[in-house]
């Protein structure tokens, strides 16, 4: 299963990466699915904002627009008052909540410490070292990479 991360740091901004789970426990969603697509959200605060939603896409069916458009509907949900004063919400494409298992979980798998730095080398797909969770922009196993740069969010309200 691969993972597409998005990752928006502040308000306005953001990076975004592609990594490999590194065992089947740290995929977060249906084992089924070939895609999912997680979207963290850290404000100027230092407050995360977390979305996650396994899209149960398999092979062929996931393509470029369709997971541009779950993150467009991520993004949507994670930022305004539907998930306002939540945290860890809004998850599955079932509606369900994030558990406190999988908020754990999450939090563990992007505080990782890497075998290799990401900004000096792109293949292993970790964020750098450096502790700002930067995300690389390298795309692996034929995944797509839906935003390669910048990219605007709206403020929160």
């Known amino acids: 299963m691969v993972v597409l991360t998005y990752y928006v740091d502040g308000r306005t901004s953001g990076k975004c990466g592609i990594r490999e789970p590194l065992s089947e426990r740290e995929t977060f969603g249906s084992w089924s699915a070939a895609t999912c697509v997680i ?25 470029k627009a369709k997971v541009a ?3 467009k509907e991520l993004l949507i949900k994670s930022v305004t008052a539907e998930n306002q004063g939540c945290s860890w919400a809004y998850t599955t494409g079932g509606g369900d909540i994030t558990s406190k298992w999988m908020r754990d979980a999450m939090i563990a798998w992007f505080k990782r410490t890497p ?4 900004n000096t080398d792109l293949t ?12 690389s922009g390298k795309v692996t196993n034929g995944s797509y990479q839906v935003n390669d740069g910048a990219f605007h969010i709206g403020p929160l309200h």
């Open 69 to 71: 458009e779950a993150v």
């Open 124 to 135: 292993d797909g970790y964020f750098n070292g450096d502790g700002n969770f930067e995300v």
């Open 115 to 118: 075998d290799k730095v990401s």
């Open 39 to 63: 979207l963290l959200i850290k404000l100027a605060d230092k407050t995360l904002f977390c979305g996650h939603m396994s899209c149960g896409w398999k092979g062929n069916e996931t393509t």
